[in-house]
């Protein structure tokens, strides 16, 4: 017996999952339940970039077992490569080369049961808060179409919050696992480094800056993506003890009395829209009735520092992927121009510079290693800002015309290693951050942070709220999350265009 849409959408992963095991309906009904969804709400959302319908067809016709036997579920467009199909990226370029193996995220996800249907969109080289690629067009948020869905797991996020798959894969950065769930009223999980392997043809990605996991809709789909794909493999660079339990145990137990430490303050010194810092107080109150200990304090490390690091190791890996592209005989105006202007800066950069801006993340992972002597978690918005209209992720026009005349000139690349740009620099550094400066601490000190479903604003658009933990903390903060979605349920939450009943 088949599932009702509304059933379906009602149903997070781990009951897809029961559901199938039990015989109460069938790995190829409920494909055709999200195939159904798919057509239904992705002329509006644009969520998926490459639909995989006839392998996941022919895949529900083989005996699968496992923690996600017969749940349709969907791949992030970058990292997790499917063999035989390209790894776009949101590129034009990579989306015409087919990958040659399977990555162990795919695999994992596979010997799981999982039945892939298609791959979800994202930024160009996953480069974006936003997703908005050129190649494949934008995505849109399923609360207000007019809005970002976040990035750059953004098509992902879209798709989860919709009701058209029960759980996506993302990857996090800096942030885009956690930006996309603060916009579209999920719960985002961003592991520790090494925690889930990227590759075999990745040994880390941005300097070991960004994780794999998935966006999902509750915690328990959370752990239970954490059991499927956490672990190593053979020639990995790191490698973190399992813990003792599944996750999915883990999560169940009771947290205990925590003592967290929040601000609300950019790290940038950016504004902070009052709807974010309203989340989080309402957030510490919240945590103060079920008896957690929370003040305001914050780690001591220099923001806008850490903003120049980030940006460096941006200009560092854009400029070497595009090299790559190169040696496969793409040109540079087969990029979009913010690929371009970074790929810019970052051939104008020195090894010496790229190598002691990376030694400085030493100093931002010794400031949290202080902090959580004294706190358990540290709590802040997940976004400084709702999620913004489409528009406002534009670059403005007379910036747009400057950049294209200094790369058309080879002035920018030239004028970038005289230092005559550094005020641009720092001027990107800070515009870039103005509405996600909470998230690159934990990327670039390899910490676990997650963006739980609180908010929404008076307009009706989610925001997120972070909590950040310790290396390998990831039990703890599933067992904070799993109490708040008891003491604040988020799980019956729906965008209108759902029609799911609220």
Known sequence: MSLSPQEYMGSDATELARQVAEGNTTPAELLEVAIAQYHRLNPQLNAVCQPMFEIARERTRQSLSGPLAGVPILIKDAIQDYAGLPTGSGSKVFSRIPVRQHSHIVQRLLNAGAVIMGKSNTPELALKGVTDPEAFGHSRNPWNVAH?????????????????????????GGGSIRIPAACCGLLGLRPSRGRVSVGPAHGEVWEGASSDL???????DAALALDVLAGPNSGDPFIIAPEAQPFRDLALREPGV???????????????????????????????????????????YDGMALARCYLNMYFGQVAATLEQAREMGAHD??????????????????????????????????????????????????????????????????????????????????LARWGALDNMVADMARKNLTYVPFTQLA????????????????????????????????????QLASQLEIAQPWVNKWPAMSDMPG
């Open 333 to 414: 105006e087969e990029f979009e121009l913010l690929t371009r202007t970074l790929a810019a800066f970052g051939r104008s950069m020195s090894s010496a510079r790229y190598i002691n801006s990376h030694r400085q993340w030493n100093q931002f992972s010794q400031a949290l290693g202080s902090f959580y002597q004294q706190h358990d978690l540290f709590m802040t918005p997940a976004l400084a800002h709702p999620p913004i209209r489409h528009e406002k992720a534009n670059l403005p026009r007379r910036q747009t015309r400057l950049i294209e005349v200094l790369l058309n000139t080879g002035l920018l690349p030239l």
């Open 148 to 172: 970002t869905t976040g990035g750059s797991s953004g098509g992902s996020a879209a798709a989860v919050a919709s009701g058209m798959v029960p759980m996506a894969g993302a990857n996090d």
């Open 443 to 478: 990327n670039l000190t390899g910490t676990p942070a997650m963006s739980v479903p609180l908010h929404w604003t008076t307009d009706g658009l989610p925001l997120g709220v972070q909590f950040c933990g310790p290396s390998g903390s990831e039990a703890l903060l599933l």
């Open 214 to 220: 998935v966006l999902c809709r509750t915690v328990r």
């Open 258 to 300: 925590l003592r967290i430490g929040y601000s609300t303050r950019s790290p940038v010194d950016t504004p902070v829209h009052p709807e974010a810092i309203r989340a989080v107080e309402t957030a510490a109150e919240l945590l103060r009735s079920l008896g957690h200990e929370v003040i305001e304090a914050e780690p001591d």
